[in-house]
């Protein structure tokens, strides 16, 4: 089993910034890729960003330019880097940890609160 621990969530003005960070812990194989998805009311989840072990990078068109996920391999961890913070950026984010070929499973944190509001 694999256990994610996000930390970083919080309430930011519009144009603010904030770190999340989430650390993997147990049975641990290499991953595809890690990276965050995040969820507000009445919508569904939608990706924000991933980075595989070779720090390829993917991520949403909106975020593109304020957003950058990195990630230390030696620590299993992986951080989203949030600037110039946005009201439509307000969501549960939630981290992920997908592993696993041909049938890859995914793993999720507990999700960390964004608030994003004056």
């Known amino acids: 089993q694999v256990q994610l621990m996000e930390s970083g969530g919080g309430l930011v003005q519009p144009g603010g910034s904030l770190r999340l960070s989430c650390a993997a812990s147990g049975t641990l194989f290499s991953p595809n890729f890690m990276g965050w998805y995040r969820q507000s009311p009445g919508k569904e989840r939608e990706l924000v960003a991933t980075?595989?072990?070779?720090?390829?990078?993917n991520y949403a068109d909106s975020v593109k330019g304020r957003f950058t996920v990195s990630s230390d391999n030696a620590k299993n961890t992986v951080y989203l880097q949030m600037n110039s913070l946005k009201p439509e950026d307000t969501a549960v984010y939630f981290c992920n940890y997908n592993v696993g070929r041909p049938f890859p499973r995914d793993y999720w944190g507990q999700g960390t609160q964004v608030t994003v509001s004056s």
């Open positions: 980075i595989t072990t070779t720090y390829t990078t």
